[in-house]
């Protein structure tokens, strides 16, 4: 079944029988994050929740299937940290989250958009969502990755590996990630930079163009501060 027909195969649940899935997901999931890095943490988890309900309305995207695909959206993202990006963190959670939704009583329709959403959200990945409900999880994980919590993310995550705040001896195109180069300014320049051009919901892209003006700021002083300047 095409991941796109979601919407005419949504199963009818009752808000309070919904209410009562969501938590169910949101107890499995949070276990998944004890001992979480900080930059990819449980905290991270909600607020990408919240930007998906805040993204899923104004998108009319069915909010079930979104709210339980944001909850269990970096499910696999220990495993990624653990080999040092070797193992994809959308492919693992993937695959772990088509077992923790089995049981629930959702349409095989809303099950495959769920593993759909979770397995497409990635910046990086080959995938590209192609369900309205996967553009508005993917537009929420991206808005989380800039504006001030990004930035305060990306210095978290340098710091989380032993990187350093920046290295101006070193073309950025001849570093490595993971390493002691995978810089916040790195991050910047290579991934949040290019983010607001990505971004693939009307809602989405509005909260991007206001993230991305604060974030271009903050590094344009960072870097002159960073030389004696400013
Ligand atoms: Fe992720
Ligand atoms: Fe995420």
């Not at 919904?18 to 930059?39: P, W």
């Not at 909010?63 to 695909?69: E, H, N, P, S």
């Not at 959403?117 to 369900?131: S, V």
Request: proline share 2%; charged share 30%; glycine share 6%.
């Amino acid at each position: 079944m095409a991941v796109h027909s979601i919407n005419a195969s949504k199963v009818s649940v009752n808000s309070s029988l919904m209410q009562d899935i969501l938590l169910r997901v949101k107890e499995t999931a949070k276990e998944i994050f004890n001992g979480a890095c900080g930059s990819h943490d449980w905290d991270h988890t909600l607020r990408v929740y919240h930007l998906c309900d805040r993204i899923g309305k104004a998108e009319k995207a069915d909010l079930d299937v979104v709210r339980i695909a944001a909850l269990l959206h970096d499910i696999g993202r220990s495993q990624q940290d653990k080999t040092n990006g070797d193992v994809c963190h959308a492919r693992q959670g993937a695959r772990l989250a088509r077992e923790i939704i089995r049981p629930l009583p959702l349409s095989e329709a809303q099950r495959e958009n769920i593993v759909h959403c979770i397995r497409t959200h990635r910046f990086r990945g080959c995938r590209r969502p192609e369900t309205i409900e996967a553009k508005v999880l993917f537009d929420a994980d991206r808005l989380d990755a800039i504006g001030a919590v990004g930035v305060a993310r990306a210095f978290l995550f340098a710091g989380e590996i032993g990187a350093r705040l920046h290295n101006p001896d070193i073309k950025i195109e001849d570093t490595q990630p993971y390493s002691e180069n995978d810089t916040g300014y790195r991050e910047y320049k290579l991934k949040l930079s290019k983010i607001k051009n990505r971004m693939l919901t009307d809602e989405g892209k509005k909260l991007a163009d206001k993230r991305h003006l604060f974030m271009a700021d903050f590094f344009k002083r960072f870097i002159n501060e960073y030389k004696g300047k400013g």
